[in-house]
């Protein structure tokens, strides 16, 4: 994650922020990691199974407004 190296240039934006985030300054490195970044800020960031399931996807569903 924090590697700039690793992360292509239209991306670079979002790791920044995240860096900059509590969470990315707290634990960059916690894989498998998820980010929603919408509007130039980072909306949520959660790590591992769980938190895709129990967090980032009603959150991506929440922004989208989709049902599926």
Do not use: C, H, Y
Request: no cysteine.
């Amino acid at each position: 994650m924090p590697k700039e190296e690793s992360w292509p240039a239209a991306a670079q934006p979002i790791r920044v922020a995240f860096l900059d985030s509590d969470e990315g300054k707290s634990r960059p490195a916690a894989t498998p990691r998820f980010i929603l970044f919408q509007d130039g800020k980072v909306v949520l960031t959660v790590t591992g199974n769980a938190g895709w399931k129990d967090k980032m996807w009603p959150m991506i569903r929440e922004v989208t407004g989709t049902k599926a």
